[in-house]
Protein backbone atom coordinates (compact mmCIF):
# COMPACT_ATOMS: atom_id res chain seq x y z
CA UNK A 1 0.00 0.00 0.00
CA UNK A 2 1.01 3.84 -0.70
CA UNK A 3 0.23 7.00 1.20
CA UNK A 4 0.78 10.59 0.32
CA UNK A 5 0.99 12.12 3.38
CA UNK A 6 1.34 16.43 3.23
CA UNK A 7 1.88 19.24 5.62
CA UNK A 8 2.47 22.34 5.43
CA UNK A 9 -0.79 24.43 4.74
CA UNK A 10 -1.97 27.76 6.36
CA UNK A 11 -3.38 30.64 6.90
CA UNK A 12 -1.08 33.58 5.51
CA UNK A 13 -1.37 37.41 4.71
CA UNK A 14 -0.92 38.24 0.77
CA UNK A 15 2.78 38.50 -0.03
CA UNK A 16 3.75 36.01 2.69
CA UNK A 17 5.24 32.75 1.65
CA UNK A 18 4.61 28.78 2.51
CA UNK A 19 6.11 25.45 2.09
CA UNK A 20 4.26 22.68 1.52
CA UNK A 21 6.08 19.01 1.93
CA UNK A 22 4.04 15.93 1.06
CA UNK A 23 6.16 12.34 1.24
CA UNK A 24 5.50 8.91 -0.36
CA UNK A 25 5.37 5.89 1.79
CA UNK A 26 4.71 2.09 0.91
CA UNK A 27 5.70 -0.89 -1.29
CA UNK A 28 7.18 1.77 -3.52
CA UNK A 29 9.52 0.47 -6.26
CA UNK A 30 9.97 3.92 -8.53
CA UNK A 31 8.78 7.12 -8.98
CA UNK A 32 8.48 8.99 -11.98
CA UNK A 33 6.15 12.34 -11.54
CA UNK A 34 5.72 13.93 -8.51
CA UNK A 35 3.41 17.46 -8.13
CA UNK A 36 0.66 19.57 -6.86
CA UNK A 37 -2.65 20.32 -8.22
CA UNK A 38 -4.94 23.15 -6.25
CA UNK A 39 -8.47 23.62 -6.41
CA UNK A 40 -10.41 26.52 -5.01
CA UNK A 41 -14.42 27.36 -4.93
CA UNK A 42 -16.09 27.33 -8.09
CA UNK A 43 -12.73 26.30 -10.30
CA UNK A 44 -11.51 23.70 -11.53
CA UNK A 45 -8.83 21.62 -11.08
CA UNK A 46 -5.43 23.18 -11.81
CA UNK A 47 -2.37 21.40 -12.01
CA UNK A 48 0.42 23.60 -9.97
CA UNK A 49 3.49 22.43 -10.67
CA UNK A 50 5.09 19.03 -11.71
CA UNK A 51 8.56 17.11 -11.18
CA UNK A 52 10.48 14.30 -12.89
CA UNK A 53 12.47 11.81 -10.85
CA UNK A 54 15.13 13.05 -13.22
CA UNK A 55 14.59 16.95 -11.99
CA UNK A 56 12.63 18.29 -14.93
CA UNK A 57 9.92 20.68 -14.00
CA UNK A 58 6.75 22.73 -15.14
CA UNK A 59 4.96 24.68 -14.07
CA UNK A 60 1.38 26.41 -14.43
CA UNK A 61 1.40 30.38 -15.76
CA UNK A 62 -0.41 31.15 -12.96
CA UNK A 63 2.32 30.33 -10.58
CA UNK A 64 5.49 30.91 -12.75
CA UNK A 65 8.34 33.02 -11.35
CA UNK A 66 6.72 32.64 -8.03
CA UNK A 67 6.40 28.66 -6.80
CA UNK A 68 9.08 26.03 -6.68
CA UNK A 69 8.74 22.63 -6.87
CA UNK A 70 11.71 20.67 -6.00
CA UNK A 71 11.87 16.98 -4.74
CA UNK A 72 14.08 14.31 -2.41
CA UNK A 73 14.18 11.38 -4.19
CA UNK A 74 16.16 9.91 -1.14
CA UNK A 75 12.93 10.81 1.14
CA UNK A 76 10.09 10.05 -1.57
CA UNK A 77 9.48 13.55 -1.07
CA UNK A 78 8.06 16.62 -2.85
CA UNK A 79 8.21 20.08 -1.44
CA UNK A 80 6.23 23.50 -2.76
CA UNK A 81 7.99 27.01 -2.04
CA UNK A 82 5.32 29.17 -2.25
CA UNK A 83 6.70 32.77 -2.22
CA UNK A 84 4.37 36.20 -3.04
CA UNK A 85 1.15 34.38 -2.52
CA UNK A 86 -1.59 35.97 -3.89
CA UNK A 87 -5.51 35.47 -2.72
CA UNK A 88 -6.12 34.03 -5.78
CA UNK A 89 -3.90 30.72 -5.17
CA UNK A 90 -6.30 30.31 -1.86
CA UNK A 91 -7.68 26.47 -1.97
CA UNK A 92 -6.93 23.09 -1.58
CA UNK A 93 -3.66 21.67 -2.21
CA UNK A 94 -3.03 17.79 -3.19
CA UNK A 95 0.01 16.08 -3.80
CA UNK A 96 -0.03 13.48 -6.50
CA UNK A 97 2.53 11.10 -7.03
CA UNK A 98 3.32 8.91 -10.61
CA UNK A 99 4.37 5.47 -8.94
CA UNK A 100 5.44 1.98 -9.45
CA UNK A 101 4.72 -0.56 -6.95
CA UNK A 102 6.74 -3.49 -6.06
CA UNK A 103 4.43 -5.45 -7.68
CA UNK A 104 4.92 -3.91 -11.12
CA UNK A 105 2.01 -2.07 -11.17
CA UNK A 106 2.02 1.45 -12.15
CA UNK A 107 -0.43 4.22 -11.07
CA UNK A 108 -1.34 7.72 -9.55
CA UNK A 109 -1.90 8.47 -5.93
CA UNK A 110 -3.22 11.34 -4.25
CA UNK A 111 -2.49 12.96 -1.01
CA UNK A 112 -5.65 14.04 1.41
CA UNK A 113 -5.44 17.60 0.55
CA UNK A 114 -4.07 20.50 2.43
CA UNK A 115 -5.85 24.25 2.48
CA UNK A 116 -3.91 27.35 1.89
CA UNK A 117 -5.59 30.26 2.32
CA UNK A 118 -4.38 33.81 1.48
CA UNK A 119 -6.12 36.91 3.15
CA UNK A 120 -5.92 39.87 1.79
Known amino acids: QVQLVESGGGLVQAGESLRLSCAAS????????MGWYRQAPGKQRERVATITSGGSTNYADSVKGRFTISSDNAKNTVYLQMNSLKPEDTAVYRC??????????????WGQGSQVAVSS
Open 96 to 109: YADITSWSYSRRGY
Open 26 to 33: GSIRSINV
